[in-house]
């Protein structure tokens, strides 16, 4: 299965791969931050643990809303890798190295998280999570139906929904990386 961009066209296979790059690099260079910001995201003084946390270990409860701290933390922080990260790495992945079999495990775990926490996130977080759960749908729908050789990602979709998770961190006061 090859991959495009959403504005490359079919006859244009390198303008394609060259446009994939570049979204690619955007992506990365948004999500990245500032040259000022540190590489690896620093959790916040604060504890995690709150509304709706387990108080045996901190995580929340699948069954309910995270708060804004907590969904900041579960983009930026938790893990051994940031999923914000996992999300661009697999984004560049699929891009480059095309719909093979690790690749696509990767993205089809990505997106099986993403989708975990969408039903998590606080109301004003959902919009940002759906779209960048975007190519990651587009993807498993493609994976599902079999019946398209290639199949248009929308890697904008998921940079812009970053920037607004982003956003929506520093007007709570999660700064990620601060």
Request: glycine share 10%; with cysteine.
């Amino acid at each position: 299965m090859a991959l495009r961009p959403v504005s490359s066209r079919p006859a244009l296979s390198r303008s394609a791969a060259v446009v994939a790059g570049v979204l690619c690099a955007a992506l990365l260079t948004a999500c990245s931050g500032g040259a000022d910001e540190p590489d690896d995201p620093t959790p916040s003084a604060t504890s995690s643990t709150g509304a709706g946390a387990d108080a045996t270990d901190g995580t929340a409860s699948p069954d309910e809303t995270l708060t804004a701290q907590q969904a900041c933390a579960a983009m930026y922080v938790d893990g051994d890798e940031p999923l914000e990260r996992r999300v661009v790495a697999a984004l560049v992945g699929i891009s480059e190295d095309g719909a093979g079999t690790e690749t696509v495990s990767t993205m089809t775990a990505v997106g099986i998280e993403l989708g975990s926490l969408s039903v998590t996130v606080p109301p004003e977080f959902e919009g940002a999570v759906d779209a960048v759960r975007v190519p990651f749908l587009q993807l498993q729908e493609n994976l599902d139906t079999g019946t398209e050789e290639s199949v248009d990602l929308d890697v904008a979709s998921a940079r812009e929904g970053l920037t607004e998770y982003r956003e929506l961190c520093d007007a709570a006061g999660e700064t990620p990386g601060a």
